[in-house]
């Protein structure tokens, strides 16, 4: 998700303030609850979330990540800190549908590559739900399956980066996409974030609050294209991706 676009709603709320609560990223186990053996809906750690009523906030980080990489990693977090998320969500999509033109990686290694960038960051956890839903991933579904899920009490903050917001209004069911989660759109070298754009979401039904990050010129087209010659990925991801990436004998020419 979040490949096809990026959106939010906006003027309608009051902007995010930062939180000064610590961040809490286990999920909240109800007093005497038996682990549940059903399937998650959205994570192990992230299904309860909310479930003791009080305000949390759910930081959702939708993409590619083919692969995922520090450029992706740092936003988030710089996010969940700034707006005081008590997790986040890095959801794969299963078939993006803005990215057809090229072999998307199957989905399985995607995510497995996700687990292993996210898992040393307690407030980080990875849903495979757009992978197990199917067909096209439209992150209107995704947003309507988590708000489903989760009580009122939890926010959804749907993060993105400058390149993917300005295609929101493209994005599939778009207007229903606005008033489902609010949005933060980060900055990110090459992609414009300016005062024209934020007008343009003042007069949509998107919330979209803009967020500067570190600037880290990172995409996983450039790791994709350096395996591909050969080239070292050190430090543009975590190791454990790099070594996944190696022994998968992912992005190779001859793969
Ligand atoms: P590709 O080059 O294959 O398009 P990508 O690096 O753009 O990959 P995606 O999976 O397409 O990664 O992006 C997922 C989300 O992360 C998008 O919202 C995108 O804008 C954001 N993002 C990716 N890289 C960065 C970065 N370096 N800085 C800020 N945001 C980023
Ligand atoms: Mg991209």
């Given amino acids: 998700m ?18 000064a609560t610590p961040c809490r990223a286990q999920a909240v ?7 549940s053996r059903r399937a998650p809906v959205v994570s192990e750690g ?11 906030r759910l930081g959702i980080m939708g993409g590619t990540f083919d692969p ?13 800190e700034a707006y005081g998320l008590d997790a986040v969500v890095f959801i794969p999509a299963g078939s993006p549908v803005f990215k057809r033109d090229r072999d998307v990686t199957p989905a399985d290694e995607r995510l497995a590559m996700c687990r292993l960038a996210t898992e040393s960051n307690p ?7 757009e992978i197990k839903r199917g067909g096209d991933t439209y992150t209107v579904d995704t947003l309507r ?4 899920h989760y009580p009122d009490n939890v ?39 300016d005062d024209e754009m934020r007008a343009t979401f003042e007069k949509s039904s998107f919330t979209v609050d803009f967020l500067e990050v570190t600037g880290l010129s990172v995409s996983s087209s450039d790791l994709r294209r350096r395996v591909s010659e050969g080239k070292s990925i050190r430090y543009l991801t975590m ?8 022994e998968h004998g992912l992005y190779r020419k001859e793969r």
């Avoid at 906006?10 to 303030?17: D, H, K, Q, T």
């Avoid at 407030?123 to 739900?129: N, Q």
């Fill in 155 to 193: 926010e959804l903050v749907f993060i993105t980066g400058a390149d993917a917001v300005a295609k929101i209004f493209r994005w599939h069911e778009s207007e229903a996409v606005a008033g489902l989660a609010r949005f933060v759109a980060v900055t990110r070298p090459g992609y414009t974030l």
């Fill in 145 to 148: 399956e988590l708000r489903a």
């Fill in 68 to 80: 995922i990489h520090i450029g992706h990693l740092a936003c988030a977090e710089q996010v969940r």
């Fill in 123 to 129: 407030a980080f956890d990875v849903s495979a739900m």
């Fill in 2 to 19: 979040g490949e096809e676009t990026l959106a939010s709603e906006s003027s309608a709320r009051a902007p995010l303030p930062g939180r």
């Fill in 29 to 35: 186990s109800l007093p005497g609850e038996v682990a």
């Fill in 46 to 56: 992230l299904d309860n979330l909310g479930a003791d009523g009080a305000p949390a």
């Fill in 239 to 246: 190791s454990r991706v790099r070594d996944y990436i190696c």
